[in-house]
């Protein structure tokens, strides 16, 4: 699927970046705007490359042995100053790391945090997970801090993925409004001309 999001990026961008950039200004207008338009072509194939590659969070099919499978723990993400070097380290291909969580059993009380939240169990995996994480079956995979699977991407938007897939977003968002601002001003220029708008009236120079 990620070659359908290319082609809706590319398909309306390159004649946009070839024709209406130069109708706009000439050759001046195909140097001064097709060059930040071309940027911003790339900028957004970029990003979802950047989503589609990053690991979004997946959860090793890992036995803890910090863990008792037998109770249930009370569960909270560690503050950045809480973390060590060799917490941050990433564990193999995976970058999950149960360093990275308070754990206290729920039955010695330890944790006084009211916002601790559970684990739980995936019964797919046969692991156990920390508190917003899913299972997808896409993926077959369990993923930390998981907010959707994203068809046009091909893979899930989950904890460490969910700033690129934001940043495609918005950059893209601007994309399309620059695009959409570019016709507006070249369908502007073609009426001043007095020519009528036929497809080869637009696309020759
Ligand atoms: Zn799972
Ligand atoms: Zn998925």
Redesign the pocket.
Same mark, same amino acid.
């Given at each position: 699927m990620l070659i359908f999001t290319y082609i809706l990026v590319l398909v309306p961008s390159v004649p946009v970046l070839i024709f209406t950039t130069y109708g706009i200004g000439g050759w001046i207008g195909s140097v001064f705007l097709g060059i930040p338009y071309l940027i911003s072509i790339v900028n957004s194939i970029r990003l979802v490359m950047q989503v589609a590659l990053t690991d979004p969070g997946i959860i090793p099919k890992l036995k803890s042995s910090e863990i008792n499978y037998n109770k249930t723990y009370n569960v909270l993400y560690r503050k950045t100053e809480e973390l060590t070097r060799d917490d941050k380290i990433s564990e193999g291909r995976n970058f999950f790391s149960l360093k990275q969580f308070k754990l206290s059993p729920e039955d010695t009380g330890a944790s006084d945090d009211n916002h601790a939240e559970m684990l739980s169990f995936?019964k797919? &995996?046969q692991i156990i997970r920390p508190p917003r994480s899913f299972?997808c079956g896409s993926c077959g995979? &369990?993923i930390e801090v998981h907010d959707h699977h994203c068809p046009w991407v091909g893979t899930c938007v989950g904890r460490r993925n969910t700033r690129f897939f934001v940043a495609f977003l918005f950059w893209t968002g601007i994309h399309g409004l620059i695009t959409a601002i570019l016709c507006g001003i070249f369908f502007a220029v073609k009426s001043a001309e007095g020519k009528p708008l036929t497809l080869v009236n637009t696309v020759t120079f």
């Open positions: 995936c797919t &995996c299972h995979v &369990c």
